[in-house]
Structure formats: structure tokens, C-alpha cells
């Protein structure tokens, strides 16, 4: 959790100060990706922590502001991620694990540092052998390729809420053929039937500010607790807390909800056509190898 409130902080200020009408966008995020796919080779929550960088950095460039605006988001972030921690610790009684924690983070950052080295080390030597078998490497690479196409997707369509086409490939990409068909099914579906619902309800019953903090906050829980249960109703639930929680900015939910409805079709879509087309070329080395290629 120190790790991502950290990550995330500093990818948010990264994101705001690039902008997305920078076509450096595309580089960092292409490299933020790459970055995310090697630490999912780690154990435990690695891959976790940059999977939400990589969220922030694109969430970020929809806002593109000064440095002094975007150090105080950075600092938002990271006052929010500290309550969570202080919180999580309070709630579990592990205040004095957390103490060690804090003191010993230079030197959790110079481990990580050095495992990053080892596993970039580890990942050029299996390239040059031609040996990508179990290595993290293919992966990362259509992270960051894909990553690179939504992106420059995204600053071509010129809407904010375009952000959602390179965040929805970054969530819906996974390793595997069957895991990227069911994730870009699922979120599109779930996206589409949230922003569709969810909007009709605002747009008709037109609740008061009270309710829609209400059920801003029931669809934070829901989408939380819908999680590991149905990713279908995971994204249902996930567009209803960005619809209300826009509405009580006073924001167009409708065309806000619409929009994001298209990115993530869009973002879904590309994923998952990245990953048919790695299977393509796979099964035609399969097939000129005689059966011999290794899966990448």
C-alpha cells in the first residue's frame, strides 16, 4: 500500500504535467507499461502496484495543469493513500509493523531497485538466447505497444474522458488469450449497461446532493465487493460511482457516461485484438517450427 500510494502519487503529477495533447504521452505511457509487465513476473502485489500507476498516469494526462497544480493533486493523493494506511493499520492492529515498515523504506526501495536491475538483466539474456519460455518479456512489450496505440487514440479523439481507452487496454490485457477475451467482453458489457442505467436514473429522478453522495458511496462498496465475484458487475458498478460522483460536480453525466461507454468498447477491443493477433503469429511459427515454437 506504501508502495502504490507512492507510485501513484508521482505517476499523477507525471500525467498532469505531460498532458495529453503532448505526444510524450505516448512514450511514458509505452514505458509505464513495459514497467507493469515485468513486475508482474514479482510475487504477491507487485504487478498490483503497477497496474495503478499506470491507472494514475493516464487518469492524470486528462488534466494537464502546472507543476504547482499538479504537486497539490500528488499531495492529495499521497494524504489519501496515508489515511488508508493509517486506517488499514488501525483496523488490524499492526501499528507496529507498519513503524518498521516506514523505517526500513530506503532500503525496500534499493532492493527494489536492484530486483528491477536483476529482472531486466534476466529478460535481455532470455531475448538474446531466443528462450522467452516463462519470461515476462512478451508480455511487457504488448503492454507497452498497446499501451502506445490507445494513447495515441486517446489524443486524437480530443475529449477528457478519452483517457478511458488506454486505462480500459492496460486493465483488460492479461497473458492469456482466454483472460483477455473475458475480461473485454465483460467490461464493455458491464460498462455500457452502467453508463446506460445509471445515467437514464440521474437524467429522470434527478436526486438531490444528499442521495447522490449516497449512492456514490453504496457503488464505491459495491465495486469493491463485486471485485473478485463478477467482472461484468464489477464494471457496472465501477460506472455507476463515476457517473454519480460526477453529477455532483454539476458535469454532463449523460454525455460523460456515453463517452466512456465508446472508450472502453474501444479499449477492449484493441486488447483484445492485440492478443488475437499474437496468436496468429504464434500458430504460424507453430506451424513453420513443426510444433516447436514456445508460446510468448
Not at 504477491?44 to 504537486?71: D, E, H, I, T
Not at 464493455?188 to 449516497?214: C, D, K, N, Q, Y
Request: some cysteine.
Amino acid at each position: 500500500m506504501i508502495f502504490a500510494t507512492l507510485g501513484m502519487a508521482f505517476s499523477i503529477f507525471l500525467g498532469m504535467v505531460v498532458g495529453h495533447e503532448n505526444y510524450l504521452l505516448i512514450g511514458v505511457t509505452a514505458l509505464w507499461g513495459f514497467g507493469y509487465g515485468m513486475l508482474t513476473a514479482r510475487e504477491g502485489g507487485y504487478g498490483w502496484v503497477g497496474l495503478q500507476s499506470v491507472v494514475m498516469l493516464v487518469v492524470g494526462s486528462a488534466f494537464p495543469a502546472s507543476a504547482k497544480a499538479a504537486a497539490i493533486r500528488a499531495l492529495l493523493l499521497l494524504a489519501g493513500g496515508a489515511i488508508q494506511v493509517l486506517s488499514s493499520s488501525l483496523i488490524l492492529r499492526l501499528f507496529g509493523e507498519l513503524r518498521a515498515h516506514v523505517l526500513a523504506l530506503a532500503s525496500y526501495i534499493q532492493a527494489e531497485q536492484a530486483a528491477l536491475r536483476v529482472a531486466m538483466l534476466n529478460a535481455a539474456a532470455s531475448w538474446k538466447q531466443g528462450n522467452l519460455a516463462g519470461s515476462a518479456l512478451p508480455y511487457s512489450i504488448r503492454l507497452a505497444v498497446t499501451l502506445a496505440v490507445s494513447t495515441l487514440i486517446y489524443q486524437q479523439m480530443h475529449f477528457a474522458s478519452g483517457y478511458w481507452i488506454p486505462m480500459t487496454a492496460v486493465l483488460v490485457l492479461k497473458p492469456g488469450i482466454a483472460d483477455t477475451a473475458s475480461r473485454a467482453i465483460a467490461r464493455t458489457l458491464g460498462t455500457v449497461a452502467g453508463a446506460w442505467l445509471i445515467s437514464i436514473f440521474v437524467a429522470h429522478f434527478t436526486p438531490s446532493p444528499t442521495w447522490l453522495v449516497v449512492f456514490t458511496v453504496l457503488f464505491a462498496w459495491l465495486s469493491y465487493g463485486t471485485l473478485n465475484v463478477n467482472y461484468a458487475l464489477f464494471a457496472l458498478c465501477l460506472t455507476g460511482y463515476i457517473v454519480f460522483l460526477l453529477s455532483l460536480d454539476k458535469l454532463p453525466e449523460i454525455e460523460i457516461a456515453h463517452r466512456r461507454a465508446v472508450a472502453t468498447a474501444i479499449g477492449g477491443t484493441l486488447a483484445l485484438g492485440v492478443r488475437l493477433v499474437v496468436i496468429y503469429r504464434w500458430r504460424k511459427l507453430l506451424r513453420d517450427s513443426g510444433g516447436a515454437a514456445p508460446m510468448g
